[in-house]
């Protein structure tokens, strides 16, 4: 693995998400994050941005309470309306990939949804 992420994050998904990240196959960088400006971020247990060392692309993590609550933080902050990014909820944790290559960000959802 390329990456050796430890996120530090009181959270029962927490090792799970950094097996996904330590997966992607791009070198990944952790950086200062204010996740606390969120909306809804009083269902936000904490969260991690990682970009790579080129900064062509972007995740951010955000672990939620629940599922709907991870769904309800993407839409509160139009995630879905960002052009150069997607996400996905795999459990109760948020995935926001953004990079130009539409290919990459489609290959890093899939990893992020589930392939483990």
């Known amino acids: 693995m390329k990456n050796a992420i430890s996120l530090h994050v009181s959270h029962p998904s927490a090792k799970r998400t950094e097996h996904f990240l330590n997966r992607v196959e791009e070198e990944l960088v952790q950086i200062p994050f204010d996740w606390q400006k969120l909306k809804r971020a009083d269902v936000v247990s904490g969260a991690a941005k990682l970009v790579t060392k080129d900064r062509s692309i972007?995740?951010?993590?955000?672990?939620?309470?629940?599922?709907?609550?991870?769904?309800?933080?993407?839409?509160?902050?139009?995630?879905?309306?960002?052009?150069?990014?997607?996400?996905?909820?795999?459990?109760?944790?948020?995935?926001?990939?953004?990079?130009?290559?539409?290919?990459?960000?489609?290959?890093?959802?899939?990893?992020?949804?589930?392939?483990?």
Request: no cysteine; charged share 20%.
């Open 58 to 116: 972007a995740i951010v993590v955000v672990f939620a309470d629940s599922y709907l609550d991870a769904n309800e933080i993407a839409s509160a902050n139009a995630f879905p309306e960002l052009l150069h990014a997607r996400w996905t909820v795999n459990g109760d944790v948020l995935y926001l990939v953004e990079a130009a290559d539409q290919d990459k960000v489609s290959a890093l959802l899939s990893l992020f949804a589930g392939e483990e």
